[in-house]
């Protein structure tokens, strides 16, 4: 039986806003701790490091969002492990965030003049000190603006939760059209809600680039 679009489908699209941002969070505060060690190791000294995270970077930016979810999601259960669907999607964001926010941050580090790292080198300072004191604190105002901008990307990245079951806000939306068979009216509704989430952060970042976008030399 077809049900009428309501007012009670509108609040379900809208209570399910808050595991879209539930994930998004997850998987941005899981990708910037990985991000951190995947741009540090790909401006490390050491050419081990730099490889290895250089393999990281090209696996998760060279192969689909979706497969990776797939594979966290029903490749568990081939060590006996089963996982629910939030918590392969927030696997899979984090995994897929931190190759992305590393790469970000890999730029904005190498983005340094390199006046600051030849003196840092030249009083002596250990790479960690350095880095600590001089280089990321300065990479780090550079940062802002890209990495509010990945943040959008992700919080559209997280509709691709619904193919392994979970149920934000796209997930949500595709319940209320086959109760409604009303796909433009609901899936509309839903784009607008990306909108809102979305918008205002674009704009963000846009006024963030603007005003940290020179470094000078």
């Known amino acids: 039986m077809i049900r009428q679009f309501t007012s009670a489908e509108f609040m379900f699209l809208l209570m399910a806003v808050r595991w879209t941002l539930l994930l998004s969070a ?77 790469e970000i941050w890999r730029g904005c580090i190498q983005a340094i003049p390199k006046g600051q790292w030849e003196a840092s ?13 001089i280089i990321l604190p300065q990479a780090a105002k550079i940062a802002v603006a890209p990495t509010v901008g990945f943040l959008v990307l ?15 806000l796209t997930r949500a939306g595709q319940i209320v059209n086959n109760a409604t068979f009303r796909p433009f009216l609901v899936f509309g509704i839903v784009a607008a809600i990306y909108f809102v989430l979305c918008w205002p952060l674009s704009l ?11 470094v000078s030399r």
């Open 26 to 102: 997850i998987a941005f505060v899981g990708g910037a701790l990985g991000g951190v060690l995947v741009a540090l190791a790909r401006t490390a000294p050491y050419a081990w490091l730099r490889a290895t995270a250089g393999t990281y970077i090209q696996i998760f930016q060279g192969t689909p969002l979706l497969m990776q979810l797939f594979l966290v999601f029903f490749g568990a259960n081939l060590f006996g492990a089963a996982v629910d669907p939030l918590t392969a999607a927030a696997i899979g964001l984090t995994l897929n965030g931190a190759a992305f926010l590393g």
């Open 204 to 214: 963000y970042s846009r006024h963030l680039e603007k005003k940290f976008g020179t």
């Open 121 to 133: 080198t030249a009083l002596g300072l250990h790479y960690v000190t350095r880095m600590k004191e």
């Open 154 to 168: 992700l919080v559209k990245s997280t509709s691709l939760a619904s193919i392994i079951g979970f149920v934000e």
